[in-house]
């Protein structure tokens, strides 16, 4: 028997914005504030599984979700991945990535490099609130329909 799929029994992360199709969600990441994630609220498994419009619609979102990342994280880098390899649903990582990182340059899923540093941790997860306001704004300016997320 198969498992339930987690991201179709919940958000996924803290949601910042709904559409009917997608969901933009803020991911519990100790190491890395500002870890967001696009979601197609469908269970799908592969982009082409989506229509071609499907397809733009959640690029746009996820291309708004890293402007505003950038926006307020400032970032060295941001990573974008859509693995789905344990969780096969349609889904974005949209990761802010600094030199600091435990994992840089490496992937957040490879083994860690060095030890976080708590102050400039805190000091990320401060700006969460502007990120919150930064993703909703970009992706109305994307004229992207939905809402805040309540």
């Known amino acids: 028997m198969s498992q339930p799929c987690e991201l179709c029994a919940g958000d996924g992360g803290e949601a910042v914005w709904r559409h ?13 504030p ?3 994630r696009v979601i197609w609220n469908g269970h799908v498994k592969e982009m082409t ?5 499907q397809r733009t619609l959640l690029s746009d979102a996820v291309w708004a979700t890293e402007a505003a ?3 307020v994280m400032a970032p060295e880098k941001v990573n974008l991945a ?6 096969p649903h349609v889904h974005w990582h949209v990761i802010p990535r600094y030199v600091d990182d435990r994992h840089f340059p490496s992937p957040v ?6 030890d976080a540093d708590a102050a400039t941790l805190q000091a990320r997860r401060a700006l969460l609130p502007q990120l919150r306001e930064a993703i909703c704004r ?6 992207l329909p939905g809402s805040p997320a309540a």
């Open 20 to 32: 009917a199709d997608f969901r933009v969600v803020l991911v519990d990441e100790p190491d890395y």
């Open 34 to 36: 500002g870890f967001c």
């Open 109 to 114: 899923w490879a083994a860690p490099r060095r």
């Open 138 to 143: 970009q992706l109305g300016a994307a004229g």
């Open 69 to 71: 990342v950038r926006e």
């Open 49 to 53: 599984d989506l229509a071609p419009a």
């Open 82 to 87: 859509t693995l789905g390899n344990m969780t």
